[in-house]
């Protein structure tokens, strides 16, 4: 999923300035702010589950055991038919921001670590491997629930820039 997410993002940067900033209105966000609110989550946990990484010490593991509330967060990530909206914090919600194309650059920088971070991840314990979450640093969840969380919330927001793209070919 994440190099789909990588190769998706790439087809983006062909649309023009004008199309990867329109918005249907004010409150919805364009393009260019569903990847800035990726990348906002990203600058969180790349560097979180990558120190988690370093200093672990459990023993490898084959097998991955989900949590009770780190499967509920990752499955009110997936995108689909009946998609409940969720209200972002408003340090993540990009509305209005100044972006440019160096944000999708960014989002697929975060993809290239992603997937360094998959890699190693084959190697570990993703069940006793615990990370801090971006709303609290007291809950922690499965490495391997944490690693869910971020790729279905990508998927989720890459759907939002894909449905924001054919909004954009109705209205040209």
């Known amino acids: 999923m994440t190099k ?7 087809q983006f940067l062909a649309l023009s300035d004008k199309g990867l900033n329109y918005k249907l209105d004010s409150e919805t966000w364009s393009i260019l702010e569903c990847f800035e609110h990726l990348n906002r989550y990203g600058r969180f946990y790349i560097p979180e589950i990558n120190q988690r990484i370093e200093a672990n010490t459990k023993p490898n593991s084959d097998i991955f055991n989900t949590g009770i509330l ?4 990752a499955k009110s990530m997936l995108p689909g038919e009946k998609m409940k909206k969720i209200k972002t914090f408003k340090s993540m919600n990009p509305n209005q921001s100044n972006l440019d194309r160096s944000t999708i650059d960014e989002f697929i920088e975060q993809q290239d670590a992603l997937l360094t971070i998959l890699e190693k991840a084959k ?3 993703l069940t006793k ?7 609290s640093s007291w809950i922690k969840l499965r490495l391997g629930d944490t690693l869910r969380v971020v790729i279905y919330h990508n998927w989720r ?7 924001n793209m054919n909004q954009l070919q109705v209205t040209n």
Not at 4 to 10: G, I, L, R, S
Not at 129 to 135: D, N, P, Q, V, Y
Not at 157 to 163: G, V, Y
């Open 4 to 10: 789909n997410h990588k190769d998706e993002a790439h």
């Open 70 to 73: 780190g499967d509920y967060f």
């Open 123 to 125: 190697k570990l314990n």
């Open 129 to 135: 491997i615990r990370t801090s979450i971006s709303i």
């Open 157 to 163: 927001h890459l759907e939002q820039a894909r449905e």
